[in-house]
């Protein structure tokens, strides 16, 4: 008796856990039915995998794009390759990139003697007064012919005029050419004996049709050199380019070409603006 019931409980109890869920909570139900929709997807979507040649390709394009992108993030244009660049864009011509050039190579000396003043005994007064009436700093005498020097090997200047001179110069016919150039070497240079911020200001202009003379009677060479002293004095519409040169903590060049302002900051490890 104890047997039979014994046997029939459990056959029933059994055959009812197999035919029905009711024994089944809501969430194990939930959880149960949910593995297998996962299961089959991923079965569904799974595909064979690549070859070793596709791979490869794969690698070798991430590979260029991380290289690609260090590149950016660390690469420097200095000033040559972007004075190059605006050439062969047609914004400048090569006459206006070697003057341009001249110009920072200038910057780069007289930031270099500012820096070195006081040691070697460049500061104070140089005992004489320039036509605006101000008494001359030694580095004003001194970066005057540093400017003027620079822009005669350029071989692309005609006119040269610098507020340290009383009229503008006239540029030897060996290294003459054909744009001018107006400048004060150094602003401000009253700062220089307490070490405060100076600058260089420079405007270029473009070739007067007056400048380019070509007489064979050395009488009449005067008058022209007149003409070209008042070509000089153009209003500043009609500059092709301009700018200053900032000497303090950093030496940053920062001009205009007509196409917006550019600054390029002077890198004392190699050199170069940048």
Known sequence: ??????????????????????????????????????????????????SHSQLTEIESKAVKGNDTKRKNEFALENLTT?????????????????????????????ASLLQRSSIFNLTGGHGTINIQGEDQKKLDVISNELFCNCLRSSGRTGIIASEEED??????????????????????????????????????????KQCLFDIEDDSMLDQARQKCVVSVCQPGSYLLAAGYCLYSSSVVLTFSIGRGVFSFTLDPSYGEFV
């Open 1 to 50: 008796m104890v047997q039979s019931i014994s046997a029939s409980s459990f056959h029933t109890l059994f055959s009812t856990s197999l035919s029905s869920d009711s024994h089944l909570s809501p969430l194990h139900v939930f959880h149960h039915n949910r593995t297998q929709t996962i299961t089959s997807s991923t079965i569904k979507y799974c595909q064979a995998p690549k």
């Open 82 to 110: 972007w004075l190059l660049k605006q050439e062969q864009a047609g914004h400048i011509d090569a006459e206006l990139t070697i003057v341009l050039s001249s110009i920072s190579l200038a910057c780069k000396q007289i």
């Open 167 to 208: 009229v503008p110069v006239a540029v030897e016919e060996t290294y003459s050419g054909n744009y001018i150039v107006v400048f004060d070497p150094i602003d401000g240079s009253a700062n220089i004996d307490i070490a405060l911020t100076t600058g260089s200001i420079f405007g270029i202009y473009g070739p007067d």
